[in-house]
T-cell receptor, first 116, second 110 residues
Framework: DAGVIQSPRHEVTEMGQEVTLRCKPI?????LFWYRQTMMRGLELLIYFNNNVPIDDSGMPEDRFSAKMPNASFSTLKIQPSEPRDSAVYFC??????????????FGPGTRLTVL | GQSLEQPSEVTAVEGAIVQINCTYQ??????LSWYQQHDGGAPTFLSY????GLEETGRFSSFLSRSDSYGYLLLQELQMKDSASYFCAVPTSGTYKYIFGTGTRLKVLA
């Protein structure tokens, strides 16, 4: 398996622009997580899905952030409009719980977002 | 509230043994995980403890004491490639909403 795939790997944009981050989880995994990592706040869970359904989005910082999972193999995290304080590394992770799987999370390589 | 505390930095020499501690405060407890992250890389899973005691995986071991709300990661025969940040993590009660510790940066010296 190719592991969790994220795109783009790097994104530089200007304040006010829309940013869309993409994630393809590992095939067969039933949970998908979006995290944000910064020096100041560490690794924070933004939202997670189970079988494509959002379960907990309490970590989403504000209405400018939205996430979707239209099918089992694709998810997006959108920021509109973006602000400089959104600059961070965004990770997607997936895991399989159903069928006796453990909750080991497999992280993608991350998207490094810079908002100027 | 829920929180995990780790030392911010640990330094050791090649071949040595190092212990990274994690104390947690959660409303419920389902297990303690450890992840490794190299600079510029993604977190990768190392170990998981649901029950008290020691879990060994090669050079790495992880220990949990639920009564003390405490765990540690033990790294033996340190190698330069072990220089990385190490995070403990717990899921909040009844969910898969994970909270990660602030991370411990391990520096291995030659």
């Amino acid at each position: 398996d190719a592991g969790v795939i994220q795109s783009p790997r790097h994104e530089v944009t200007e304040m006010g622009q829309e940013v869309t981050l993409r994630c393809k989880p590992i095939s067969g995994h039933d949970y998908l997580f979006w995290y944000r990592q910064t020096m100041m706040r560490g690794l924070e869970l933004l939202i997670y899905f189970n079988n494509n359904v959002p379960i907990d989005d309490s970590g989403m910082p504000e209405d400018r952030f939205s996430a979707k999972m239209p099918n089992a193999s694709f998810s997006t995290l959108k920021i509109q409009p973006s602000e400089p304080r959104d600059s961070a590394v965004y990770f997607c992770a997936s895991t399989q719980i159903a069928g006796g799987g453990t909750d080991t999370q497999y992280f993608g390589p991350g998207t490094r977002l810079t908002v100027l | 509230g829920q929180s995990l505390e780790q030392p911010s930095e640990v330094t050791a020499v090649e071949g040595a043994i190092v212990q990274i501690n994690c104390t947690y405060q959660t409303s419920g407890f389902y297990g303690l995980s450890w992840y490794q992250q190299h600079d510029g890389g993604a977190p990768t899973f190392l170990s998981y403890n649901a029950l008290d005691g020691l879990e060994e995986t090669g050079r790495f071991s992880s220990f949990l004491s639920r009564s003390d709300s405490y765990g540690y990661l033990l790294l033996q025969e340190l190698q330069m490639k072990d220089s990385a940040s190490y995070f403990c993590a717990v899921p909040t009660s009844g969910t898969y909403k994970y909270i990660f510790g602030t991370g411990t940066r391990l520096k291995v010296l030659a």
